[in-house]
């Protein structure tokens, strides 16, 4: 397992840009997928997007076009970009890792607030 601490959450207004970022401890990082998750007040934790080992992404609907993740090996870390944020972006947002890669997530950071406002 890794250990993941997000970092860059915060206010932002509805169309800004906001960059999240999860930075991992381990010498293999390079090898896991990395997935994004968020959870709205309310709602269940739901997966955003992912990227596998190789780089390749993949994104849900509601956030496809406008969220982007990439990953820097040498840094251990992975980003989130979201652009043209909406109110209903709100929410708690986790990094994870799946040491498959694959979409079992076995290693959990601690969550970063993201506000969304009008």
């Known amino acids: 397992q890794v250990q993941l601490v997000e970092s860059g959450g915060g206010l932002v207004q509805a169309g800004g840009s906001l960059r999240l970022s999860c930075a991992a401890s381990g010498r293999a990082f390079s090898t896991y997928g990395m997935g994004w998750f968020r959870q709205a007040p309310g709602k269940e934790r739901e997966l955003l997007g992912r990227i596998t080992s190789g780089g390749a992404t993949y994104y849900t609907a509601s956030v496809k076009g406008r969220f982007s993740i990439s990953r820097e090996n040498p840094k251990n870390t992975v980003y989130l970009q979201m652009n043209s944020v909406k109110l209903d972006d709100t929410g708690v947002y986790y990094c994870?890792?799946?040491?498959?890669?694959?979409?079992?997530?076995?290693?959990w950071g601690q969550g970063a607030q993201v506000t969304v406002s009008s």
């Open positions: 994870a890792a799946s040491s498959g890669d694959n979409l079992v997530f076995d290693s």
